[in-house]
């Protein structure tokens, strides 16, 4: 069988590294990864650097890739010092969009299906309480969201084209990729580690509702197994879905199994900043990284700490729908506390964290 090109735009991303991987993996894939940082190149996957802020950079470095058949766009600038008015980053977000999607049409004859990954963000979900479960039509919140910009550039350049577009939603995705916004698994695993080091319990940082209150997330494995299902299945055409693990949990209930994975005592939530409380942490954490000999990540790529402010600050139920992925033949799911301890406990086997 010819191999089929797909290119990961944002491929160090917490979901785009785990795309690539996914393709990789396959006999019949070849990869083409985007991103300003240059990734390593082996076997099937080759990366190019770029800016997709620079249009005319960008046009000229993807010139190359007329045998694209799918995009899987996952490239993500975050703005402001708040995940929670991440939503708000319109201008850079839309534009390397356009700019990523126009370059490849451009040149890429035989483009399929553009898959977009959003977010639960699209319901509002970073706002306060929002309807639950979330259904992929329901109604839009107030803008400003950059994923409005996004699917409705998307869909209205899409018309009247013969490649489709899928729009999939997920929720704080789990997976490992230094140097980005947002990634709850090391924001637990660093916190996890740095309290031990300083002979405390694990206590859950956030706000007490938020410890309490239903949550969801998506693990990056999870998530890539569902951008190759939306990329190729005919149902998914021009088409938007949640993607989460498929269940719902509550830190109370997960977080005893955490101190269980770092061999630690959990103790009552006390609500902190971590952003403000863990700014002073880095030379403890270099110090943590020669004592223990760990993978040598500087503590500001390693971990995003506002992401965890805005995760563990959330204290109503977050729960969306994945109905309509499943009765459009999605069908895996993930035990979202098994999932944790799994992460966790690979984090300390890989060194990530002691
Ligand atoms: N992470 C989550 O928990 C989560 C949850 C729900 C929804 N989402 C949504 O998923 C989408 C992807 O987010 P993510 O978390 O996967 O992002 P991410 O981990 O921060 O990755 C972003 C990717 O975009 C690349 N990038 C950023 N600016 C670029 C530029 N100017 N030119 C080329 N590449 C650029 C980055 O690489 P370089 O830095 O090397 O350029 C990286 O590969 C976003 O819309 C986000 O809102 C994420």
Known sequence: MAARTAVVVGALGVIGRYIVERLAALPDWQVVGL??????????????????????????????????????YCAFQANGAQAADYAKGIGVNRDMLVNAVTAIERVA???????????????????????????????????PDYYYDQ??????????????????RPQTLCGFAPGTAMSIVPVIAVYAAISRELGLPLRFPGKPGAY???????????????????????????????ITDGDYFRWINLWPRIAEVFEMPHAEPQT????????????????????????????????????????????WDVMTSTTKARRHGFHDVVDSEDMFVRLLAQFRAERIVP
């Open 272 to 315: 902190i900043s971590l952003v403000a409380h863990m700014a002073d942490k880095g030379p403890l954490w270099d110090a943590m990284t020669r004592k223990y000999g760990l993978r040598p990540h500087r503590y500001e790529d390693i971990v995003a700490w506002p992401f965890g402010d805005y995760v563990f600050g959330c204290d």
């Open 109 to 143: 004859k035989r483009l399929e299906r553009v898959v977009l990954v959003t977010g639960t963000k699209y319901y509002g979900s970073h706002l306060g309480p929002f309807r639950t479960p979330a259904k992929e039509d329901d109604p839009r919140h107030m803008p």
């Open 35 to 72: 991103s300003r940082r240059k990734g390593e190149d082996r076997g099937s996957i080759r990366h190019i650097p770029v800016d997709l802020l620079d249009a005319a950079d960008t046009e000229r470095k993807l010139a190359g890739l007329g045998e694209a058949a799918h995009v899987f």
């Open 151 to 168: 699917i409705d550039w998307l869909t209205a350049h899409q018309s009247g084209k013969t490649w489709t577009w899928t729009e999939l």
């Open 212 to 242: 309490r209150a239903i949550y969801q997330v998506t693990d990056s494995t999870h998530m890539a197994n569902a951008a190759l299902w939306a990329a190729s299945e005919p149902r998914c055409a021009n088409q938007a879905y949640n």
